[in-house]
């Protein structure tokens, strides 16, 4: 027999977004019974059944419908003739998504990241705490629902899943080059926020650079920098305040979705 509890714990730890779909009630003759599960991903792939034929068919279809819009409901099912079904009982079930909440890929545990991990501890989003020094990454100020992942950038960025509705990436590492190479490897990713903690003058820097290197301005502009919103407060609480506003306002579509930025003025040499 199918063990669904092993089957979405599997998936739970995968982090990608699925749907659960629960029998709730039969009435009449139907190919399902209560309790019948299917879990369901965004590709179609699905594990279970609840009867097959064209019932099961539209339920699939619904399921994935829920888990774009990220919402839970009930759907009802007359085994009528519009589903080509004669048996002419009801099924109803109730979807409910799994994993779809916004994810934060955090690079960087240092004072302001840690903070940011506290202020968005209960807010929907799941935080990944990307860094390898394991005295910041597992520091006990870091909430225990954050996902530590002590590991260079690369090895976490290559293997993590990507999503330009899911994913959102706030970049605050203790080196400037290691910024700018999380940055340069991000924008050529789906993501629908990508945040870098600094001033107009280390963007506009980081920004010559990503150019020269034939990066096109639309991935370049992606990036958010410097990050927030501007509450006036510079110390890491406070800057971790107005990171954790914007994250949220752009989440609860609050606040415009981001889009490319204009080109910084050039930088003038000291000889200018």
């Avoid at 594990?47 to 819009?69: K, N, P, S």
């Avoid at 340069?184 to 280390?202: C, V």
């Avoid at 410097?226 to 890491?236: D, R």
Wanted: charged share 20%; aromatic share 8%; hydrophobic share 40%.
């Amino acid at each position: 027999m199918w063990n669904w509890v092993h089957q979405l714990a599997e998936w739970g730890r995968a982090d990608v977004p699925f749907a659960v779909v629960t029998v709730t009630e039969c009435k009449g003759s139907t190919p399902a019974a209560p309790g019948a599960k299917l879990l369901v991903r965004a590709d179609g792939t699905f594990h279970g059944t609840i009867g097959g034929g064209h019932l099961e068919q539209l339920v699939l279809q619904d399921a994935r419908g829920c888990l774009d819009r990220g919402e839970a409901r009930t759907f009802r099912y007359p085994l009528g003739a519009k589903l080509g079904q004669c048996c002419g009982g009801v099924v109803d079930v109730f979807v409910e998504p799994v994993n779809h909440g916004p994810q934060l890929y955090l690079f960087g545990a240092g004072h302001v990241g840690q903070a940011l991990c506290r202020i968005l501890e209960g807010t929907p989003f799941r935080v990944h705490l990307v860094d390898e020094r394991a005295e910041w990454v597992q520091s006990p100020q870091v909430p225990a629902s954050v996902v530590r992942h002590e590991e260079p950038w690369d090895e976490f960025a290559t293997s993590a899943p990507w999503d330009d509705v899911r994913t959102y990436v706030a970049v605050m590492t203790h080196r400037h080059d290691v910024d700018q190479d999380i940055i340069d490897f991000a924008i050529q990713k789906p993501a629908r926020y990508i945040g870098l903690i600094g001033s107009d003058t280390k963007w506009a820097r980081f920004r010559q650079r990503l150019e020269a290197k034939g990066l096109p301005a639309r991935q370049v502009g992606r990036v958010q920098c410097p990050m927030g919103l501007p509450i006036g407060g510079k110390s890491p609480q406070e800057v971790a305040v107005s990171i954790a506003a914007g994250l949220l306002q752009l989440h609860h579509g609050l606040a415009p979705e981001p889009g490319p930025q204009p080109s910084p003025a050039p930088l003038l040499s000291s000889g200018e």
